[in-house]
């Protein structure tokens, strides 16, 4: 993920959920689930001990999707061979899933 849109996803998560942090309830989760063939794997990501209406908060919680984006799409870290399609259809598909649970997510719980 480039510093760009890194920094666009941390701005519309600022907009998209003021002050709703302090509204979280301890079982906020987001689970990010990544199929690779007819195999699907999941991580629950916990998220709420972040201040998702801070720039700070939304890059920790992009973060912690991103890793598990990639743990449960087989990422070998150190691995010198380059991604393959199967991987980056999974990881981005993965990424998009999860982005979107946490802002529905977080909207739930602003009010």
């Avoid at 691995?79 to 529905?104: H, K, M, V, W």
Wanted: charged residues 20%; hydrophobic residues 45%; contains cysteine.
């Amino acid at each position: 993920m480039t510093r760009k849109t890194l920094a666009a996803f941390a701005a519309a998560m600022t907009l998209a959920l003021p002050a709703a942090a302090p509204a979280f309830s301890n079982d906020m989760n987001v689970i990010v689930d990544g199929r690779a063939g007819t195999e699907t794997r999941s991580v629950v990501v916990p998220v709420a001990d972040l201040n998702l209406a801070s720039a700070h908060g939304a890059r920790l919680a992009d973060s912690r999707i991103t890793r598990a984006a990639k743990q449960v799409c087989g990422w070998l870290n150190g691995s010198i061979q380059q991604p393959t399609r199967e991987f980056r259809a999974c990881y981005g598909a993965a990424l998009d899933d999860a982005r979107n649970d946490l802002e529905s997510l977080a909207q739930q719980h602003q009010s």
